[in-house]
Antibody, heavy 113, light 112 residues
Framework: QVKLQQSGAELVKPGASVKLSCKTS????????MSWFKQIPGQSIEWIGM????????GYNQKFKGKATLTVDTSSSTAYMDLSSLTTEDSAVYFC??????WGQGTLVTVSS | DVVMTQTPPSLSVAIGQSVSISCKSS???????????LHWLLQSPGQSPKLLIY???NLGSGVPDRFSGTGSQKDFTLKISRVEAEDLGVYYC?????????FGAGTKLELK
């Protein structure tokens, strides 16, 4: 069955960067798209961007350009999202998902000094 | 960006009741391939979102047929017939026709 396993919760200081992972199994990763989302608890969901694992081609929400960088490692069927220059406004749960049908369990990122 | 307006923001229902949720977009959601990429998700408390309906009216995998989706262009509706306890949570519509993909604010379904 399809599984998306995300990395564990992160506590990071303002100004730092963090790299989140989303390890997949149960489907052909190399010919699929992976999207990433941000959700502040109690609020709706924002689409950050997507990456095609076949060639690494990306599309970003303008709001997150410069903040998020999406990459993939097809050898391990894993997608990554780098978040840079973190502020308290980046504190949220981040999800990976493919085709809106399969979702990771989410990674809580807390930015605090 | 395409604005997705969901109503109502919350619903209080009894088990067995039927309910509808509306989602209206600020632009047509018909893509150049003729398909409409409007989906419905349910986020149960503390869980990841789950796909209920894709492309307006297609049931997601394992989703009971108590759920149905209708609509076209800019006006869409999710109907839940005979609400069950497991249906409680926040429902979101999301459009994937235009970049960036955008979500509605959500409709919280609670027990009366």
């Amino acid at each position: 069955q399809v599984k998306l396993q995300q990395s564990g919760a992160e506590l990071v200081k303002p100004g730092a960067s963090v790299k989140l992972s989303c390890k997949t199994s149960g489907y052909t990763f190399s010919t699929s798209y992976m999207s990433w989302f941000k959700q502040i608890p109690g609020q709706s969901i924002e689409w950050i961007g997507m990456i095609y694992a076949g060639d690494g081609g990306t599309g970003y929400n303008q709001k997150f350009k410069g903040k998020a960088t999406l990459t993939v490692d097809t050898s391990s069927s894993t997608a990554y999202m780098d978040l840079s220059s973190l502020t308290t406004e980046d504190s949220a749960v981040y999800f990976c998902a493919t085709w809106f049908a399969y979702w990771g369990q989410g990674t809580l990122v807390t930015v605090s000094s | 960006d395409v604005v997705m307006t969901q109503t109502p923001p919350s619903l209080s229902v009894a088990i067995g009741q039927s309910v509808s949720i509306s989602c209206k977009s600020s632009q047509s959601l018909v893509y150049s391939d003729g398909k409409t990429y409007l989906h419905w998700l349910l986020q149960s408390p503390g869980q990841s979102p789950k796909l209920l309906i894709y492309q307006v009216s297609n049931l997601g995998s394992g989703v009971p047929d108590r759920f149905s989706g209708t609509g076209s262009q800019k006006d869409f509706t999710l109907k839940i017939s005979r609400v069950e306890a497991e249906d409680l949570g926040v429902y979101y519509c999301v459009q994937a026709t235009h970049f960036p993909n955008t979500f509605g604010a959500g409709t919280k379904l609670e027990l009366k």
